[in-house]
Structures are given as C-alpha cells and as structure tokens.
C-alpha cells in the first residue's frame, strides 16, 4: 500500500503568487469518501471537492480539523522546502466513519480556500465505532 501526496496546480499558482502563506494561514483537513479521484488540475479550490467529502457523522464533522505546529523548513540535501504538522486523529462514536480512501488538506484563509493537496491512502478505511483513525507524519514537499 503506497500513501501518496498529490499537491493541486492552483496551490503553486497561489504559492507564487502570494496568496499563501503556510506560516501564517489555518490549514485544514477534511476526509473524502472512497469513489473520490482526487484531480490536480480541477480540485483547485474547497468547493471543487465538498461534493466528495464524508458527512458529518458519528465523530466526524465536516471542515474542523486543524492542522496544528505546521513547521516549515528547508531541506538543501534534497532539494525542497517543507511543511510538518501534528499528527489529526478522528474517533468514531456511535456508529463507523468511513469509508475513505483518502484526505483532502486545504488552505482556509484564502479567499476561495485553496486546496494543497491530497494524501491518498492507496486503500480505503472504515473506522468502525470506538475506534480511532490517524493521519500520522504529515509533510508536504514543495520542490
């Protein structure tokens, strides 16, 4: 199973052209459900991907996870700028989460919130109730 990040074309054009700014903006993520094919080009903004995003349902609600510490660095051996963050863990209660095959992180303080990127798990989950499901060692490589 190979977890991949793949960052949207209008997070760069936003990148460059100030719009974004990683040290100082609310970045969020939000899980999609499993028929969702994230598209780099056309999955610019929130709104090209709410359709897709899980219900808020049974210890999930839409648009609220933050992510928290984001850490940016440069990173000279590699050849990339990054971006860390806390680790985001969702619990289900009173029934499942699920099921997702992926995350969309977004930008939230952009006028058309932005979106980074997508983390696609390479297979879906459902968290079933009482269970917990993590997002661990989030990066996001600008390179």
């Known amino acids: 199973m190979a977890i991949t ?3 949207s074309n209008h997070f760069k054009y936003q990148l460059m052209d100030k719009q974004v700014d990683l040290s100082a903006d ?3 993520i939000i899980l999609m459900d499993n028929a969702f094919a994230f598209d780099k080009d056309a999955h610019a903004t929130l709104a090209n991907v709410t359709a897709d995003q899980l219900s808020t349902a049974n210890g999930y609600t839409q648009n609220d996870k933050t992510l ?3 850490v940016l660095a440069e990173d000279d051996t590699n050849d990339k700028g990054k971006m860390t963050c806390d680790d985001v863990t969702w619990t289900a209660s009173g029934g499942s989460i699920g099921p997702t095959g992926a995350a969309c992180i ?3 303080t952009t006028s058309d919130d932005t ?3 997508c983390i696609d798990y390479g297979t879906d ?6 269970s917990s499901f ?3 060692s989030i ?3 600008v390179t």
């Open 5 to 7: 990040l793949t960052i």
């Open 26 to 28: 609310t970045l969020k």
């Open 68 to 70: 928290d510490n984001l």
């Open 106 to 108: 977004y930008d939230d």
């Open 115 to 117: 979106v980074i990127g």
């Open 125 to 130: 989950y459902t968290i079933g109730d009482g």
């Open 134 to 136: 993590s997002i661990k």
């Open 139 to 141: 990066e996001i490589d």
